[in-house]
């Protein structure tokens, strides 16, 4: 049994056959790449944001506790 048709490449001869494998591997490769850069760039922002968030969060909850703080002082 031929390598070609064991590795599931359609069962052509000649260079239109090679041709056509290169542009279908670089589209794959091309496919790939682009979808790494996506994942890449996707998780910085949501790390960014998720960053700001928990920033502003603390922040809240200090002012919140100061806030606290001061009016049990008022009180006394």
Same mark, same amino acid.
């Given at each position: 049994? $031929? %390598?070609?048709?064991? @590795?599931? @490449? %359609?069962?052509?001869?000649?260079? *239109?056959? $090679? !041709? #056509?494998? +290169?542009? =279908?591997? !670089?589209?794959?490769?091309? !496919? *790939?790449? =682009?979808? +790494?850069?996506?994942?890449?760039?996707?998780? #910085?922002?949501?790390? &960014? =944001? =998720? !960053?700001? @968030?928990? %920033?502003?969060?603390?922040?809240?909850?200090? @002012?919140? +506790?100061?806030? &606290? &703080?001061?009016?049990?002082?008022?009180?006394?």
């Amino acid at each position: 049994m $031929d %390598l070609k048709k064991q @590795v599931g @490449v %359609l069962p052509m001869e000649g260079r *239109i056959a $090679d !041709l #056509f494998l +290169f542009i =279908r591997s !670089l589209y794959y490769f091309f !496919l *790939i790449l =682009r979808k +790494f850069f996506l994942i890449q760039v996707e998780s #910085f922002t949501s790390n &960014k =944001r =998720r !960053l700001m @968030v928990n %920033l502003f969060s603390q922040r809240m909850i200090a @002012v919140l +506790f100061l806030n &606290k &703080k001061k009016n049990l002082k008022r009180k006394n």
